[in-house]
């Protein structure tokens, strides 16, 4: 994996060096060294020395600019080294090497569509003596325009420049064998060079690679096959995930097997803008349980991310962009740890002063209450108890005016003529608006009437559809009893009365908890809800637990 990336970066950016390899094309598969697996042109040159440009496949586009940064660099190298390969044309005295997306070129458009073969020899004479130029041909398209013929046209090759052609894979073979070995002519290798023919500069005199230099070894270590090395370098790009990776995969293979993954990988990544922050919280691995903790510490804050279960779903995501937006971070919807902490510290603020407002409440709503039970219930009569209660359901006070009531209640029995307290007694064993309405339609003014009336004020409220919504949010919230044991003895802490703390909510219970909610001014229902529950424990460092 490490020399895939080297060979990236090589091709990419490579490093000033002496010798210098311009690659255009890839070699046919052939028999030979290679088997029938095409060499890795770039692995090989890379290797002996070379600043490798270029790569392959390869669009006009590419090749023009491969072309012009390998011109850019020649000025003062010691040796070049142009390898061509693939389908070549001619019109009278030019060639060009068709680039890989050339479609029915003729003479008219080729210029657009190739490299002339004129020019790149033009550009290696820059080194005369050390230039060397590798001329591949593989079959050309059949549907070439008007103008144009399939071939090498004649060579006009300048001075100092050596010409080596042949068919595709014999060339590719011999630039990774032969003239990567020590102590050989330009003439000897030549001439040694089975189907390859070479004109221009054939020097006996002119050693290629002189003796000393590092070539490598065919027979132990086989150049790599193109196809592995391409897989590599597409690895490679996999793991780093980002831009310039895909980016250098693409300046390599623009046409290759996974030049399609790596452009749609890259509008992915330019379509996400917040592509980078997404994977750093990922990199958090944050436990469902640190979830669940962030979700409450933005409930607290009033940010509303529907829901405390762990899920970073889209509304959790709004309310982190909130808070982020409100906090002066880039607003995108993913946490790093300072976000993290910033929001557990405001948090924990915002608790204290909401436990602060709420205690502030429950005094004013206390005094509030002890002053209309001494208009009221203070005098012990029927009527005032019943003004109170329907005032103060679950005041301070409430447990003794519904004592003193129902002595009252248990006198008017004994009181009550035979069969008015027949009338009630069936309508108390039905326990229905529809009796107590009938006792009163019966007794409007029977001894039972105000009791009557109070008793269908308190059904009708339970058949509310209020009050069904809030019993199924509280059945949603599927807490087991060991929770609601805690809500249970955190309200006995706050001093509200819940009764025996046995994870059963009774009467007493739900009195505290509308007692809770009425405090910190939360939708008072008597039931539990997520809104309630994360006030009542985030606060007091209790875990939330679900069944």
């Known amino acids: ?94 060639t060009w090497l068709l680039a890989d997306d050339a479609k029915a070129p003729s003479l008219a458009t080729v210029a657009g569509q190739g490299l002339a073969l004129s020019t790149i020899l033009e550009i290696a004479a820059e080194v005369p003596g050390q230039s060397v130029v590798l001329i591949g041909t593989s079959a050309a398209p059949e549907n070439l325009g008007a103008g144009l013929a399939a071939g090498l046209g004649p060579l006009e090759v300048p001075q100092g420049v050596t010409v080596i052609r042949g068919r595709s894979a014999q060339v590719g073979a011999f630039a990774v064998g032969p003239l990567m070995q020590e102590g050989r002519s330009l003439e000897a290798l030549v001439n040694g060079a089975e189907g390859l023919t070479g004109e221009g500069y054939v020097s006996a005199a002119t050693i290629w690679r002189p003796e000393g230099e590092t070539a490598p070894e065919p027979s132990s270590e086989p150049v790599a096959d193109a196809a592995d090395v391409e897989r590599a370098v597409w690895e490679s790009a996999v793991d780093a995930d980002s831009k310039e990776a895909y980016l250098g995969y693409l300046a390599r293979y623009p046409l290759g097997q996974f030049a399609d993954a790596a452009r749609k990988a890259i509008a992915e990544i330019e379509a996400e803008p917040y592509r980078a922050e997404r994977k750093a919280e990922e990199a958090l691995e944050l436990s469902r349980d640190e979830r669940r903790g962030i979700q409450r510490n933005l409930t607290v804050l009033d940010y509303k991310p529907r829901g405390i279960d762990g899920i970073f779903g889209p509304g959790t995501r709004g309310a ?166 805690l809500v249970e003895r955190r309200l006995a802490q706050l001093g509200l009365e819940p009764g025996a703390t046995d994870g059963e909510f009774d009467d007493q219970t739900r009195r505290a908890i509308r007692r809770f909610q009425r405090d910190r001014e939360l939708e008072v229902t008597g039931y539990l809800d997520e809104a309630t529950v994360s006030r009542m424990l985030a606060d007091a460092g209790i875990r939330i637990i679900r069944e």
Not at 69 to 80: I, P, W, Y
Not at 335 to 353: D, G, K, P, V
Not at 456 to 467: C, F, M, N, Y
């Open 1 to 94: 994996m490490r020399r895939a990336i080297l060979l990236t970066l090589a091709l990419v950016a490579g490093p000033a060096m002496a010798d210098r390899a311009l690659i255009l094309g890839q070699p046919e598969a052939g028999r030979g060294l290679f088997g029938g697996s095409a060499p890795d042109l770039a692995a090989a040159y890379e290797g002996a020395g070379f600043t490798v440009i270029g790569g392959s496949p390869a669009t006009a586009a590419l090749m023009r600019e491969g072309l012009a940064r390998f011109l850019s660099g020649v000025a003062g190298e010691r040796r070049l080294v142009v390898h061509l390969s693939g389908p070549f044309v001619r019109s009278g005295s030019d």
């Open 320 to 485: 982190i962009k909130a808070f982020q937006e409100k906090n002066g971070f880039p607003p995108s919807t993913y946490l790093t740890r300072q976000q993290i902490t910033r929001l557990s510290e405001q948090a924990e603020r915002r608790s204290a002063e909401l436990e602060a407002e709420a205690e502030r409440r429950r005094l004013e709503a206390e005094r509030a209450d002890r002053a209309y039970w001494e208009v009221t219930g203070a005098a012990g009569d029927e009527a005032g108890l019943r003004v109170y209660l329907k005032k103060y359901p679950d005041g301070i006070y409430s447990e003794i005016a519904q004592e003193q009531l129902s002595i009252i209640e248990e006198d008017k029995r004994r009181e009550a003529a035979a069969q008015d307290r027949a009338a009630w007694d069936v309508a108390v064993q039905a326990n229905t608006v529809a009796s107590y309405r009938n006792y009163l339609v019966a007794y409007p003014k029977g001894a039972f009437a105000e009791e009557a009336r109070a008793q269908i004020d308190k059904l009708t409220v339970e058949a509310s559809p209020d009050r069904q919504e809030a019993e199924a949010r509280e059945a949603a919230l599927g807490l087991p009893q060991f929770t609601k044991v």
